[in-house]
T-cell receptor, first 115, second 112 residues
Framework: NAGVMQNPRHLVRRRGQEARLRCSPM?????VYWYRQLPEEGLKFMVY????????ESGMPKERFSAEFPKEGPSILRIQQVVRGDSAAYFC?????????????FGPGTRLTVT | DAKTTQPPSMDCAEGRAANLPCNHS???????VYWYRQIHSQGPQYIIH???NNETNEMASLIITEDRKSSTLILPHATLRDTAVYYC?????????????FGKGTKLTVNP
């Protein structure tokens, strides 16, 4: 059973470009979470999605960031007009069900560098 | 939201038990205690979780005090590969939001 997959693993963008980060959850998991880790800092929650629904986006910056988890295909975190402060590691996690004690399984992350 | 307090760093000799403490004095009755670790910028790895009783799996043991205000993660025979940042997290039930709130964690260094 493959784990959570993220691609690309490394992404370099110039200021003003768009970044698209993909996350394929573990088989059978229908809940996806995105977290961001700035250099030398801890992980911060960004958004929680189920298939075709955003459940909690309380950690998403108000502008330039969006996320989706379509019925088919991976979850996408999209950052428009990237700035240097967006340089970070972006981790995706998935779980089979929400609530109770179901743990989240994390992917290897995408390292975004904005030049 | 319950908060957790962990020492910023700890050292342990290879082969010895590593005991990582966590305080969560404001935990509520239906919140679980989770432990994750992050090895050198990799994705966090789930270790163990518990509600009231002590728990053990192939990776570690979790000891939760009777009043649930603190817990200890035990790695029985630490190896060099256990060097990582360990996060103690209290699950926040927020009516449909299942986010994990990571603190600064404990940087565990296992020495040869």
């Amino acid at each position: 059973n493959a784990g959570v997959m993220q691609n690309p693993r490394h992404l370099v963008r110039r200021r003003g470009q768009e970044a698209r980060l993909r996350c394929s959850p573990m088989k059978g998991h229908s809940h996806v979470y995105w977290y961001r880790q700035l250099p030398e800092e801890g992980l911060k929650f960004m958004v929680y999605l189920q298939k075709e629904n955003i459940i909690d986006e309380s950690g998403m910056p108000k502008e330039r960031f969006s996320a989706e988890f379509p019925k088919e295909g991976p979850s996408i975190l999209r950052i428009q007009q990237v700035v240097r402060g967006d340089s970070a590691a972006y981790f995706c996690a998935s779980s089979p069900l929400a609530g109770g004690s179901y743990e989240q399984y994390f992917g290897p992350g995408t390292r975004l560098t904005v030049t | 939201d319950a908060k957790t307090t962990q020492p910023p760093s700890m050292d342990c000799a290879e082969g010895r038990a590593a005991n990582l403490p966590c305080n969560h004095s404001t935990i509520s009755g239906n919140e679980y205690v989770y432990w994750y670790r992050q090895i050198h910028s990799q994705g966090p790895q789930y270790i163990i979780h518990g509600l009231k009783n002590n728990e053990t799996n192939e990776m570690a043991s979790l000891i939760i005090t009777e009043d649930r205000k603190s817990s200890t993660l035990i790695l029985p025979h630490a190896t060099l590969r256990d060097t990582a940042v360990y996060y103690c997290i209290v699950r926040i039930p927020q009516g449909g939001s299942e986010k994990l709130v990571f603190g600064k964690g404990t940087k565990l260094t296992v020495n040869p």
